[in-house]
């Protein structure tokens, strides 16, 4: 099973300041995903991104998202200005080779927002 | 627009007991990927199990299978000789085949084991 780290494990911030949460695969890979999941609630996807670029995105993916992959092994999620209702787990999965792969998925970020 | 349901918010079993959790879902495509994913109280997303549409077979791992019924849309996993690690929350999930390739996620059921 493919190998993917994310980090920080838990962040904590005020509202109304960035964040950028980082997965790492530990080996190449193409496809990369957000999701999000608050506490009780259901998995929802955030983004797709393949290519170096944003493939799809949900409507929670609003203005103040946004995803890269600045070094081609890195893939960052950045929050510009979080909300409270921001508090959720991240989790960043990724997928080997072809779009049909199953996705693995990383540890998972806790994003606290005060 | 594809929708996954989970009717048991909570199921409880025996440790070394069966127990079936249940999922189904809905969708007008005909090739599509479904799973069940694990949730322990670490909350990391752990793969279980997965079960392409197009095949008939249902899909196993060790103490894991799966029930797939492509007519009635239902989905169900089953768990053999439950263990304590057992315990966690259980996700359905589904998988567009279109362009983004999103899971889409039921609701979760909660597995207790009691020893």
């Known amino acids: 099973e493919p190998e993917v780290t994310q980090t920080p494990s838990h962040q904590v911030t005020q509202m109304g300041q960035e964040v950028i949460l980082r997965c790492v695969p530990i080996s190449n890979h193409l496809y990369f995903y957000w999701y999000r999941q608050i506490l009780g609630q259901k998995v929802e996807f955030l983004v797709s991104f393949y290519n170096n670029e944003i493939s799809e995105k949900s409507e929670i993916f609003d203005d103040q998202f946004s995803v890269e992959r600045p070094d081609g092994s890195n893939f960052t999620l950045k929050i510009r200005s979080t909300k409270l209702e921001d508090s959720a787990m991240y989790f960043c999965?990724?997928?080997?080779?072809?779009?049909?792969?199953?996705?693995?998925f990383g540890p998972g970020t806790r994003l606290t927002v005060l | 627009a594809q929708t996954v349901t989970q009717s048991q918010p909570e199921m409880s079993v025996q440790e070394a007991e069966t127990v079936t959790l249940s999922c189904t879902y809905d969708t007008s495509e005909s090739d599509y990927y479904l799973f069940w994913y694990k949730q322990p109280p670490s909350r990391q997303m752990i793969l279980v199990i997965r079960?392409?549409?197009?095949k008939q077979q249902n899909a196993t791992e060790n103490r894991f299978s799966v029930n797939f019924q492509k007519a009635a849309k239902s989905f169900s996993l089953k768990i053999s000789d439950s263990q304590l690690g057992d315990a966690a929350m259980y996700f359905c999930?589904?998988?567009?085949?279109?362009?983004?390739?999103?899971?889409?996620w039921g609701a979760g059921t909660k597995l207790i084991i009691k020893p």
């Open positions: 999930a589904y998988r567009v085949l279109d362009s983004n390739y999103q899971l889409i």
């Open positions: 079960q392409e549409a197009y």
């Open positions: 999965a990724i997928a080997r080779q072809g779009i049909l792969d199953t996705q693995y």
